[in-house]
Nanobody, 121 residues
């Protein structure tokens, strides 16, 4: 069982930066892949970035070269550094954890509560 808590969201002007954190409980956190998804009103939840248990990383095309995902297994935390933010990045950001390398939201059982990111122009 893994419990996840996101933090770091907020209001930022376009071009700015935010760093989201996903703090996990559980002794086996290092064995999980952790994925960031986001969802804006009226849209489906979409993949943003992923880091596997072996530290492989994947990004959505829309955030590649702007966002960076990392993990600290000592602190049981995954970070999402978001730079050059755009208004279209506005969404609720969720982290999820699972024992597989996949970017489909429905596969994941462990979710955080989400953190709101709002980017204004």
């Amino acid at each position: 069982q893994v419990q996840l808590v996101e933090s770091g969201g907020g209001l930022v002007q376009g071009g700015g930066s935010l760093r989201l954190s996903c703090a996990a409980s559980g002794r086996t956190f290092s064995r999980y892949a952790v994925v960031w998804f986001r969802q804006s009103p009226g849209k489906e939840r979409e993949f943003v970035a992923m880091v596997t248990w072996s530290n492989d990383r994947r990004y959505a095309d829309s955030v590649k070269d702007r966002f960076s995902i990392s993990r600290d297994n000592v602190k049981n935390t995954v970070y999402l550094q978001m730079n050059s933010l755009k208004p279209e990045d506005t969404a609720v950001y969720y982290c999820a954890a699972g024992n597989f390398n996949a970017v489909v939201p429905n596969l994941y059982s462990f979710w955080g509560q989400g953190t709101q990111v709002t980017v204004f122009s």
